[in-house]
């Protein structure tokens, strides 16, 4: 069963930074795109960054030039650095993967979620 597991969030100050990791488990055949998104309290859950296979991103206008999304593909981990934060950042991030598993199966995984918090 493939599983994803966030790290890296936390309280920080308005203009900070911060790092998010995500370690997928499991057996995975290919990565088709890994991504974070987001959820704010009374709001929908957005996209934030993603990355593809062919290492394409895509950022939510909110956090272009402030937020990068990488990924480690021999370690099957996916990060967003998050610089020049701002309190309406405040959220939980969720990781999520498009994989492919051996059975040649698509399955869309979620994290848990970890919460990040941004004070003024």
């Known amino acids: 069963q493939v599983q994803l597991v966030e790290s890296g969030g936390g309280l920080v100050q308005a203009g900070g930074s911060l790092r998010l990791s995500c370690a997928a488990s499991?057996?995975?055949?290919?990565?088709?795109?890994q991504g974070w998104y987001r959820q704010a309290p009374g709001k929908q859950r957005e996209l934030v960054a993603m990355?593809?296979?062919?290492?394409?991103?895509n950022y939510a206008d909110s956090v272009k030039g402030r937020f990068t999304i990488s990924r480690d593909n021999a370690k099957s981990m996916v990060f967003l650095q998050m610089n020049s934060l701002k309190p309406e950042d405040t959220a939980v991030y969720y990781c999520?993967?498009?994989?492919?598993?051996?059975?040649?199966?698509?399955?869309?995984?979620w994290g848990q979620g970890t919460q990040v918090t941004v004070s003024s």
């Open positions: 999520n993967a498009d994989i492919t598993t051996l059975g040649a199966s698509r399955r869309n995984v």
């Open positions: 499991g057996v995975i055949l290919r990565f088709n795109a």
């Open positions: 990355i593809t296979s062919g290492d394409t991103t």
